[in-house]
């Protein structure tokens, strides 16, 4: 124990020696170690693949194959009834150069009215109508069937009628004085110097609008004279005739009445006397009404005290382009037209064409006409709509200062462009006439 106490801390010293020396041997053979280290050693071994390989050489992944397959692009379509222009941003649209400003514009900006041109949506200056179909790719190789003033007659045929080539407003004129403008004659094949040659005349009409016939007869009162009898009942109808005079009529249940020139009779009474007070007096008021029926069946009226009555029966103003007459018709009524021409040995003559009105269609906006012609003694039928069928006719300058009057509304006034319908095509009602 002597010796441990004496030389315990050169024993200390002796254990740490040794383990010095043992780390400094450690780190010889570690230096020695690393020398024989490659890049082998050091590079991380590829893991296993836990994904599926594409070959993106395939088809289905090709750009061509995969917008065409299966899929189908929804159609283009109008936006609203007037928009002629509209793409889906895929489909290129027919463009042309605009003459004034040299700037792309659509195609369908070039096919105006030939009274009615349209404008160019840059530049604001009218733009001359084609005389050719775009999507017509014929070539013309006759220099005859050119149009310089683009008013829709070739330069041969205006010459060969007097017209003026490098004119357009020439082929709104009649020249024939039949009604139809010289544009029109040609489209139709008729002869443009010939009155007697003219398109079917329906085709001058156009219809402007719809309008409730107010009618002549106003319902006065009821009295039961205390029965219960409806037979026994009277009733009152006063009737204001053309000279401006009252006629009090007396009618009863199943009498009968004649308005627009239809057949009616009385089917049934309703008495009605309601008691209002006005200030401080109580007074009794009629609205009792009466409901008349026509013999066919297909009509039917109500009148109550002191309100207007209008006719079941639609009417319908019709124009004349060629002279701005309007016919106000309605079913059963007649549409006469006339035409003067010059005889083979220059008598002046006038032919008179008859149409028949068959329905008045309000819902369809339509007005069914028909002729009958007396030489093949067939019946033909046609619609008379707000579409015009033909340019209004455009008068000279000289012609339309002699026809000037004070006070005259312009039949263009009422013009609506071809292919268009009149702002006005509505349901009007007359004023209320007190008697």
């Known amino acids: 124990m002597d010796f441990l106490k004496?030389?315990?801390?050169?024993?200390?010293?002796?254990?740490?020696?040794?383990?010095?020396?043992?780390?400094?041997?450690?780190?010889?053979?570690?230096?020695?170690?690393?020398?024989?280290?490659?890049?082998?050693?050091?590079?991380?071994?590829?893991?296993?693949?836990?994904?599926?390989?594409?070959?993106?050489?395939?088809?289905?992944?090709?750009?061509?194959?995969?917008?065409n397959k299966d899929c189908v692009w929804d159609k283009s379509t109008v936006r609203s009834d007037k928009d002629n222009i509209y793409s889906d941003l895929l489909i290129p649209y027919k463009c042309a150069r605009c003459p004034f400003c040299e700037k792309v514009i659509p195609c369908d900006y070039f096919y105006g009215s030939l009274d009615n041109p349209r404008h160019?949506?840059?530049?604001?200056?009218?733009?001359?109508?084609?005389?050719?179909?775009?999507?017509?790719?014929?070539?013309?190789?006759?220099?005859?069937?050119?149009?310089?003033?683009?008013?829709?007659?070739?330069?041969?045929?205006?010459?060969?009628?007097?017209?003026?080539?490098d004119n357009p407003d020439d082929a709104l004129y009649d020249m024939d004085g039949d009604g139809f403008p010289n544009v029109f004659e040609y489209k139709?094949?008729?002869?443009?110097?010939?009155?007697?040659?003219?398109?079917?005349?329906?085709?001058?009409?156009?219809?402007?609008?719809?309008?409730?016939?107010?009618l002549p007869y106003k319902l006065k009162t009821v009295v039961t004279n205390n029965k219960k009898e409806a037979r026994e009942w009277d009733v009152q109808i006063n009737e204001l005739q053309e000279d401006g005079k009252i006629k009090t009529r007396f009618k009863y249940l199943g009498s009968s009445l004649e308005m627009d020139k239809t057949n009616y009779k009385i089917v049934k009474i309703e008495p009605d006397y309601q008691e209002e007070r006005r200030g401080g007096t109580i007074v009794k008021t009629d609205r009792s009404k009466i409901m008349f029926e026509s013999y066919d069946g297909k009509y039917k009226i109500t009148m109550q005290v002191d309100k207007d009555v209008y006719s079941p029966k639609p009417k319908a103003v019709i124009e004349d382009l060629a002279n701005g007459k309007q016919y106000h018709v309605g079913s059963g009524d007649d549409i006469v037209m006339h035409v003067k021409y010059k005889s083979a040995k220059g008598r002046d003559k006038t032919e008179t064409v008859k149409y028949n009105v068959v329905k008045v269609d309000r819902k369809g906006k339509q007005v069914i006409i028909e002729f009958k012609d007396k030489k093949s003694r067939k019946v033909k039928q046609y619609s008379i709509t707000a579409k015009a069928l033909?340019?209004?006719?455009?008068?000279?300058?000289?012609?339309?200062?002699?026809?000037?009057?004070?006070?005259?509304?312009?039949?263009?006034?009422?013009?609506?462009?071809?292919g268009e319908a009149p702002a006005n095509i509505s349901s009007r009602k007359k004023k209320s006439r007190k008697f």
């Open 6 to 67: 004496k030389h315990y801390e050169k024993m200390i010293l002796a254990f740490f020696l040794l383990i010095f020396v043992f780390l400094l041997f450690y780190l010889i053979d570690l230096s020695k170690s690393t020398n024989t280290i490659t890049k082998k050693d050091l590079q991380i071994p590829a893991p296993d693949p836990n994904y599926v390989k594409n070959d993106f050489s395939h088809k289905k992944y090709q750009i061509n194959y995969i917008f």
């Open 120 to 165: 160019c949506p840059l530049c604001n200056k009218p733009l001359p109508r084609p005389f050719k179909d775009p999507d017509d790719t014929t070539i013309i190789k006759d220099g005859g069937s050119l149009d310089r003033d683009n008013d829709g007659i070739p330069n041969v045929t205006e010459i060969k009628l007097g017209l003026d080539p």
């Open 188 to 214: 139709e094949g008729t002869n443009i110097q010939n009155a007697k040659s003219h398109p079917e005349m329906y085709k001058r009409l156009q219809l402007l609008e719809f309008r409730e016939t107010l």
């Open 390 to 418: 033909m340019p209004r006719i455009k008068q000279k300058v000289e012609e339309r200062q002699l026809n000037e009057e004070p006070g005259r509304v312009a039949p263009g006034s009422l013009e609506a462009p071809p």
